[in-house]
């Protein structure tokens, strides 16, 4: 079990060092790099202050030459004094003296600042023998001199010690190889410091150069693996349409499929009410208006219940034909969609008071039956249920035929002036209507367009793709009329001859 636990808090740290590899590694990036400028501004300061000793250094043993050289400019005024006798001398004398002690003076503090201890202790020393000589030098230059001189200029010139020259040089000369030393020390440190600040700003920029080399290696793959997954969604959605194509396909010809069932059971059954219940109501009709006759002077009584039953038969017979209407409208079958649709609009204009505006063509037209049904279909529902809901006045039908070489279509137009159908209608799913029509043209190929008219009313349009047969209006027109009452003529398209009773 503490294997499994431990294996699980590895996975689990592993994948959070996945996920947060960047800012581990910005992170990282980020401490080195502070850490790198930390060390470049030591290093800054260091040589600073190492150039600045080298300086201090150079500046020191060059006043230690400088002191040389005064002791020795003292010794020549001096002998020339010594020769001459000339007061000019011992006054120059004793102003070199002045410039040695102002140096002394000032290489004191010098050393007694910076200076250890041997170093301090050797100037001290030499100090004091310059002083000693000073003296010694102005006590010859009176002693030598016929009159008393002014030596107050040669400052403290009580000292008598003799001093060793070679000795001040000598103490001179290893000061200042020491000041050079430390100069070149100093000049050595601040070339390691440089070298190290090198050393860091290159390793600083050699692992910004890594740091953008990845940096842009991982944005590189990132892009890549973004673009593959974008290619897979359109490629997915493709499919997904493909698919949503393919099922829309399936469902339209299922549509289709189920409305021609409908369609030809509605006919069948339209048939067989015609031919079996048409033909016993007919045959009971006869009977009993035979048997009315009979009876009328012998039994007017029966006649009259007679006359009563031959009503109801009557009744019946109307509505045997309504329901045959309804299911296989016989006028389109008998006379064709122009007549059928003038009719079906004549007889609602006249149920719901509309003022009619028709554009039909003047000839009938021959499509083929399934078309014709669809398009009757479709009119039939816009008409009820414009008689339903729109409240309107006028009623505009229109149907126009484009025949070109390799087919046309037929379009169909109704538009009312109602109240107008509102965009929440025209999503409902609970109701048959609409979506009826949608389908039935939909499976046949065709547009639906159903619209709120502006500034009223509703208006539809249906375009169906219609199969240039070559037939026109004026040819299907004839040899179809009233008088050919058992339907069209033989070798067109419909089979369902549904004779009026
Ligand atoms: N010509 C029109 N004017 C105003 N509203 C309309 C018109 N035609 C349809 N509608 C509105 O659109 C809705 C949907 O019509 P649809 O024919 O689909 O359903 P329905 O007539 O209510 O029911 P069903 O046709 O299934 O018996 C209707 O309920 C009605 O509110
Ligand atoms: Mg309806």
Not at 240 to 251: I, S
Not at 265 to 291: C, F, N, P, Y
Not at 385 to 409: D, M, P, S
Not at 442 to 469: C, E, K, S, Y
Request: net charge neutral; aromatic share 4%; with cysteine.
């Amino acid at each position: 079990m503490p294997d499994v636990a431990e294996a699980g808090l590895a996975s689990r740290l592993s994948g959070w060092m996945h996920r947060r590899s960047w800012a581990i590694a910005m992170t990282v990036a980020i401490v080195i790099t502070c850490g790198g400028l930390v060390i470049l501004e030591t290093a800054r300061q260091r040589i600073a202050s190492e150039y600045e000793a080298a300086l201090e250094a150079r500046g020191v043993s060059m006043q230690l030459s400088d002191l040389d050289g005064q002791l020795a400019q003292l010794r020549s005024h001096e002998s020339a004094f010594l020769l001459t006798k000339r007061d000019g001398d011992a006054r120059s004398y004793c102003a070199s003296a002045a410039v040695i002690r102002r140096t002394i003076r000032s290489l004191d503090a010098w050393f007694t600042r910076a200076a250890d201890g041997v170093e301090r202790a050797s100037f001290t020393q030499i100090a004091a023998l310059i002083d000693a000589r000073i003296g010694s030098g102005a006590q010859a230059l009176q002693q030598a001199s016929p009159h008393r001189l002014d030596l107050a200029a040669c400052g403290d010139v009580t000292a008598s010690s003799t001093a060793d020259a070679s000795l001040v040089t000598g103490t001179l000369s290893l000061l200042r190889d020491n000041e050079e030393r430390r100069a070149q020390r100093a000049l050595d440190a601040s070339r390691a410091d440089q070298r190290v600040s090198t050393l860091v700003a290159a390793g600083l920029s050699a692992l910004n150069i890594v740091l953008f080399i990845l940096l842009f290696r991982n944005l590189g793959i990132e892009i890549d693996r973004q673009a593959r997954a974008q290619k897979q969604l359109i490629t997915q959605q493709e499919e997904l349409d493909q698919l949503v194509n393919e099922r829309t396909r399936q469902l339209e010809a299922l549509g289709w499929h189920l409305q021609a069932v409908s369609e030809n059971e509605k006919t069948q059954l339209a048939r067989e009410l015609h031919d079996e219940l048409g033909a016993i109501l007919t045959a009971s009709k006869m009977d009993v208006a035979w048997a009315r006759r009979k009876l009328q002077d012998t039994e007017p009584a029966i006649a009259e219940k007679l006359a009563r039953a031959l009503e109801t038969l009557d009744q019946g017979i109307a509505l045997k034909r309504r329901i045959i209407e309804d299911m296989r409208p016989t006028v389109l079958a008998t006379f064709g969609l122009v007549t059928a649709l003038r009719t079906l609009a004549d007889e609602a204009a006249q149920r719901n008071g509309w003022v009619l505006d028709l554009q039909l063509p003047a000839d009938d037209i021959q499509l083929d039956e399934q078309t014709e049904i669809a398009l009757f279909r479709v009119a039939q529902e816009s008409l009820t249920n414009a008689a339903k809901y729109a409240r309107a006045t006028q009623l505009t039908i229109g149907l126009t035929v484009l025949l070109t070489a390799g087919g046309g279509e037929v379009s169909l137009h109704i538009a009312d002036n109602g109240i107008g159908i509102t965009p929440a209608d025209l999503t409902r799913t609970h109701t048959h209507g609409l979506m009826g029509m949608r389908q039935r043209v939909a499976a046949r190929g065709g547009r639906f367009d159903i619209r709120r008219g502006d500034p009223r009313g509703t208006d539809i349009r249906v375009v169906l793709p219609v199969a240039n047969t070559g037939a026109t209006s004026a040819e299907s027109g004839e040899g179809r009329s009233a008088d050919e009452a058992g339907g069209r003529a033989p070798g067109q398209h419909t089979d369902a001859p549904v004779g009026r009773l």
